[in-house]
Nanobody, 116 residues
Framework: VQLQASGGGSVQAGGSLRLSCAAS????????MGWYRQAPGKQRDLVAL???????NYVESVKGRFTISRDNARNTMYLQMNNLKPEDTAVYYC???????????WGQGTQVTVSS
């Protein structure tokens, strides 16, 4: 599975961005898709997950502000980010888990910078 992320940028606090992650390759093997983020000097943390059936899960800090979705016809996952805060600044990575072993695949990362 190959992943191509896009949509990052710089916004002021309170602004919005939408990230996209296009999947290609053995997409029929995908079990779970998600977004992670890594701030400078910190570990990579989960932001949101979406299952094949559309079930979602979010880290507490983004609930009510971020929405994860997927377009199966386009093999693309999205992360709509509203009311962005400076603490959301990070490199955002898309992730899928595929196959019987739930192998991890990562996109290249896209920078999101939120200024106060």
């Amino acid at each position: 599975v190959q992943l191509q992320a896009s949509g990052g940028g710089s916004v002021q606090a309170g602004g919005s961005l939408r990230l996209s992650c296009a999947a290609s390759g053995s997409i029929e093997s995908i079990n779970l898709m998600g977004w992670y983020r890594q701030a400078p000097g910190k570990q990579r943390d989960l932001v949101a997950l979406i299952t094949n059936s559309g079930g979602t899960n979010y880290v507490e800090s983004v609930k009510g502000r971020f929405t994860i979705s997927r377009d199966n016809a386009r093999n693309t996952m999205y992360l709509q980010m509203n009311n962005l805060k400076p603490e959301d600044t990070a490199v955002y990575y898309c992730n899928v888990r595929a196959g019987p072993t739930m192998r991890n695949f990562w996109g290249q990362g896209t920078q999101v910078t939120v200024s106060s």
